[in-house]
């Protein structure tokens, strides 16, 4: 039996633009409609959980978990600059309350991705009043569930842009281009910049100083809130030859980012697989190895790997915010999320200081740009009907939270 230290935190985690629905004021619903559009499908009614909320957080509290992550959506709560919409920040304030009315630990993610259309078309991150806006809609937030929430996430996987930018999916402007003329043209702004759209290299620049400032709001205004942010960290390997590209990445790319935590109260790991690295460049996944609905490679054993790591690099608390997978194969499904909490009581037994484990995602939700296809989630959804279904894993995850080890 392997037992977690007491107060562990085990919960679920979604994003709101993947679950509440008709989400019309931000970026990605315009992105959505756009003509040409990279998107499979658009999210619109997602899971309905903005109305939901209440059931999907009942569903947690009886399988057993003890924290929710969530995210505010800031363009509901500022769908036009400088306008906050009292009754958005009412509607996330009662969602906070009811999740600490249910025994259970609020997570609040500030930015998951999606950003108000102004925000956008004004240049996103890479403007340059970008990071005190953002500051601003953090202070808002502080006053408004300081009271409730338990930690808070001030971006969603922080690095992400730059990644995707580097590894060569958002370098392509001929396949990219179509689209962004079409969204700049959609919103009438030619400086129109979302998260992974834009300037990527002034965004990341911007973000760095958007979760400073925003640390610093949420300090001022809601003292002894245990702050941080998530970053997107594979397990980066290499075969011989291929220890200087995976290094050169690995400090572009993650180490870049975790240098802006000093100060922080904990970093989110966000770890679904590995990258391997040959003298070359990135291997691809051999054809005879599992993967994932994403196109991962099936393994769990990188969780580990990337808590280790960061641990090491930061000296700072770890919490687990997103660890899943995306798979039709709900026993593939528990076995991978066993072998990754295996690695996570390992870096436990050495001492790691390791808070917590959120998996993702609660929800069959919109997986961004590849539509309603990946299921990641521990309850299925029909969107049609809105009707939730619970997974096998779930009560099998739920068990574990409840016991706290397994």
């Known amino acids: 039996m392997t037992y977690f230290p007491e107060g562990f935190i085990w919960g679920t985690a979604t994003a709101a633009h993947q679950v509440e629905g008709n989400n019309t004021a931000s970026d990605f619903w315009l992105m ?15 899971c309905d959980q903005y109305h939901l909320y209440e059931r999907d957080v009942m569903l947690l509290k009886e399988l057993g978990f003890n924290a929710y992550r969530f995210s505010v959506e800031w363009a509901r709560v500022e769908p036009e600059k400088g306008e906050i919409s009292n009754a958005a920040l009412e509607h996330y304030r009662r ?10 630990t609020p997570i609040v993610t500030l930015h998951h991705f ?3 259309l102004w925000f956008a078309a004004e240049g996103g991150f890479a403007s340059e009043d970008g990071p005190e806006h953002f500051a601003h809609y953090a202070s808002v937030m502080a006053d408004v569930l300081g009271h409730d929430w338990g930690h808070v996430c001030t971006i969603n996987e922080i690095n992400i842009p730059l990644r995707f930018f580097h590894d060569g999916m958002l370098a392509d402007q001929s396949r990219l281009a179509p689209f962004i003329e079409a969204a700049q043209k959609r919103c009438g702004s030619d400086q129109f910049s979302s998260f992974f759209m834009g300037d990527i290299e002034a965004a990341a620049e911007g973000m760095k100083r958007a979760h400073r400032l925003a640390v610093k709001a949420i300090r001022r205004r809601a ?14 390997q290499a075969i011989e030859g291929g220890e200087a590209l995976r290094d050169a990445a690995r400090a572009r790319c993650i180490d ?3 240098d802006v935590t000093k100060g922080d109260d904990f970093v989110g790991v966000q770890t679904y697989s590995r990258t391997v690295y040959g003298p070359s460049g990135k291997l691809k996944v ?6 994932t609905q994403m196109g991962y490679e099936f393994y769990p054993e990188s969780l580990e790997a990337t808590i280790r790591y960061t641990a090491a690099y930061t000296g700072l608390p770890i919490i687990v915010t997103e660890s899943g997978i995306g798979t039709e194969d709900d026993m593939r499904r528990e076995a991978y999320v066993r072998k990754a909490l295996e690695g996570v009581g390992n870096c436990l037994a050495d001492g790691i200081d390791v808070r ?11 997986e961004w740009m590849l539509g309603y296809v990946p299921t990641f989630g521990l309850i299925a959804v ?6 939730r279904t619970v997974k096998p894993t779930a009560h099998w995850l739920g068990a574990i939270a409840k016991n706290n080890g397994f």
């Not at 029909?382 to 009707?387: E, F, G, L, S």
């Open 356 to 366: 917590g484990y959120c998996y993702w995602s609660m929800l069959d939700n919109f």
């Open 256 to 258: 870049a980012f975790l």
């Open 223 to 236: 003292p002894g809130t245990p702050v941080g942010v998530t970053l997107a960290i594979q397990d980066e």
């Open 95 to 104: 969602m906070t309350a009811f999740v600490r009315a249910q025994g259970l």
């Open 32 to 46: 959505e409609h756009t003509n040409p559009t990279m998107f499979k499908e658009p999210s619109g009614d997602a």
């Open 114 to 116: 999606t950003s108000p």
């Open 286 to 291: 051999p054809d005879d190895v599992e993967t």
């Open 382 to 387: 029909d969107r049609i009907t809105q009707t």
